[in-house]
């Protein structure tokens, strides 16, 4: 009998370096429902990057409106014939196989231990728009594990607000390819030189009703938008009113870049002086880990959801409601003015990385909590 077998879509490059490093602390497998999917145009499969136990079975993949819908009956066929002690179901609990999974769970079929591994945000779009069917379904897919894995606060809020009353939570906030974003004390210093125009990165898809790009530029007074340069980076549908906005305005100051590759974004994180995520909808934003890292104070929307994690307002940034234009412009106008704080600010985002997000510390926390709750 296999120790564990953890069910997920695609290999993340993210998640990759996270399971080579867990491979040495932790027994487990990971079964893939798909080698890579055209929705992530940048995640590409190298199987020379992977150094953890791993099975590929290619199944059913459609993007239908916003869900990416996979669809893997060989996968779970595995699974009834491995009976493996812990399944981890890293999936939406809304996913064809996690329902497949918890029916054939309940009926006695699957003796596994379930874990669910859990990113909810019910300030989310999806979560936002709730309906009767909807919590039937997600009561009995939770109501099938005992223990959940969680991303962090906004998490464990969530499964309040939806009823749910779980005693046993494994920590395992998202972590990023750590050994990629590294940034030295020259570079830091050029951020700052005198005379230097501050330069803000948003870094989303262009997806106005998600991202909320163009609601927050649009919040800001004129003069404080053109007091910085802004360089957003990300494709979308919505490019063409933003373009519209700035051809407008006269906005020569904010630059579209596109989609940009994971060195190109190192490379402007260097260089910039800020990260803004304006979201929606954002469940657990790599982008904001990705800037405590390196150094960089956030202005970041409440409705993503690791906020609680990675701001510490006034410390190394703002926080602000993004369906209010108040709130946004206010944040704005309280970093500007505290300019002379902004290193120290990036600095105080780097001490909340090394204590909460750095990877062995995260392993460490997530196996400790696992072996203690699931008995491994």
Not at 8 to 32: G, M, Q, S, W
Not at 231 to 236: Q, V
Not at 358 to 370: A, G, P, W
């Amino acid at each position: 009998m296999k120790n564990c077998i953890l069910l997920t879509d695609i290999p993340a490059p993210y998640r990759i370096e996270f399971y080579n490093y867990l491979n040495k602390k932790f027994d487990f497998e990971v079964y893939y429902m798909q080698s890579e999917v055209f929705t992530r145009p940048g995640w590409f499969f190298d199987e020379k990057s992977m150094k953890h136990k791993y099975l590929i079975n290619n199944g059913f993949f459609k993007k239908i409106g916003r869900f990416n819908v996979f669809f893997n009956p060989n996968l779970i066929r595995k699974i009834l014939f491995e009976q493996p002690k812990n399944l981890v179901l890293a999936l939406a609990w809304n996913d064809l196989d996690v329902l497949l999974i918890c029916l054939l769970k309940r009926l006695g079929m699957i003796k596994s231990k379930l874990t669910f591994w859990s990113e909810a945000n019910h300030m989310t779009i999806g979560a936002s728009n709730d309906n009767f069917f909807k919590y039937i379904i997600r009561k009995f897919v939770y109501n099938c594990c005992d223990v959940q894995i969680s991303s962090g606060k906004m998490t464990e809020i969530t499964f309040i607000k939806w009823g749910f009353d779980f005693k046993k939570y494994i920590p395992l906030p998202n972590t990023i390819e750590q050994n990629k974003y590294t940034i030295s004390n020259i570079d830091i210093n050029k951020r700052y030189s005198k005379g230097k125009k501050p330069v803000f990165l948003i870094s989303a898809r262009l997806i106005e009703n998600v991202k909320g790009v163009l609601n927050f530029l649009e919040s800001l007074d004129l003069d404080d938008l053109k007091s910085v340069d802004f360089l957003i980076a990300g494709e979308g549908p919505d490019k063409k009113i933003i373009e519209l906005f700035i051809s407008k305005n006269n906005l020569k100051n904010i630059r579209l870049l596109g989609q940009c590759s994971t060195h190109e974004m190192i490379d402007l994180y260097k260089r910039v002086n800020c990260l803004c995520l304006p979201s929606y909808s954002d469940p657990s934003p790599l982008s904001l880990i990705e800037a405590c890292k390196m150094h960089l104070p956030i202005l970041v929307s409440e409705r993503c959801g690791n906020h609680f994690e990675v701001l510490e307002n006034g410390k190394n940034g703002y926080i602000f409601n993004p369906k209010n234009k108040t709130s946004i412009k206010s944040a704005f106008k309280k970093f500007l003015k505290n300019h002379s704080q902004w290193k120290e600010m990036g600095d105080y985002g780097f001490n909340i990385y090394n204590n909460t997000f750095e990877r062995e510390l995260v392993i460490d926390n997530f196996v400790k909590y696992f072996n203690k709750y699931m008995k491994v």
